[in-house]
């Protein structure tokens, strides 16, 4: 329906352009030209009419926040160890309540000294403490697995490589192990540190030595008309030429 309260001749489009020149104009008296429409509008919303008013505000910040902490020169030690009070450094270790875990305590004193010697704030402390416990523990599991892996890896090759023999030499590895030791814990230390290839392998040949069907395990010889070199024999049964 037509307007008949509006001029003759004006348009709303003439109407919404007068008010775009209007505030252009406007914001280039103000000092405001150079900044975009959004910045623009942020500034009014926040009661900046000139710039003027947003250096008075400006400097009014600049001068709170100096007066709380200020940054020190290069070098200048006693200023830094102020600065460092004020963000909650302690002036010593009982300062650092840090939760270690059982096997780091006896070290926890150490990390502490090196925290306060480099300025380390409690929480961050904690928090570096936290993140190489993690990380300690991410590589430990990693280890185990791949460990665990490469065992089982090795075990079925020898078990391969010992064909129609296999159940008979692992039943001889489980004397050899037993004769050295009932414990796991030693047992497991025993393969982690030789490999379950070489760990099989030498207690197979050790469980074969005491083997009943051995002439050694009888004190004499299988048959009387053959002749046996103990020499021989275990240089044989452990490869040691």
Aim: hydrophobic share 30%; glycine share 6%; charged share 35%.
């Amino acid at each position: 329906m037509e307007n008949f309260d509006k001029p003759e001749g004006q348009t709303t489009s003439d109407n919404f352009l007068k008010s775009e020149l209007e505030k252009d104009f406007l914001r280039a008296q103000s000092g405001w030209s150079t900044v975009s429409d959004e910045d623009f509008s942020y500034i009014s919303n926040k009661g900046f009419k000139t710039p003027a008013d947003l250096l008075k505000s400006y400097r009014e910040l600049e001068r709170a926040y100096s007066s709380k902490i200020s940054i020190p020169k290069d070098g200048d030690k006693e200023g830094f160890d102020k600065l460092y009070s004020k963000l909650g450094m302690p002036q010593d270790l009982d300062g650092f309540d840090i939760e270690f875990q059982e096997e780091d305590r006896e070290l926890g004193g150490q990390f502490k000294q090196v925290c306060l010697e480099n300025n380390i704030l409690p929480q961050s402390a904690q928090a570096l403490y936290d993140w190489f416990t993690k990380s300690r523990t991410d590589a430990e599991g990693k280890f185990a697995q791949d460990w665990a892996e490469n065992s089982f890896r090795e075990m079925k090759d020898v078990e391969k490589e010992w064909g129609n023999k296999a159940k008979q030499n692992m039943e001889l590895m489980k004397r050899g192990i037993r004769l050295v030791s009932k414990d796991e814990d030693v047992i497991e230390n025993m393969e982690r540190a030789m490999g379950t290839r070489q760990m099989m392998e030498t207690f197979c040949r050790l469980g074969e030595a005491l083997s009943e069907d051995n002439p050694v395990s009888f004190g004499k010889r299988s048959n009387a008309d053959d002749e046996w070199s103990p020499v021989e024999y275990f240089r044989e049964m452990f490869n040691d030429y």
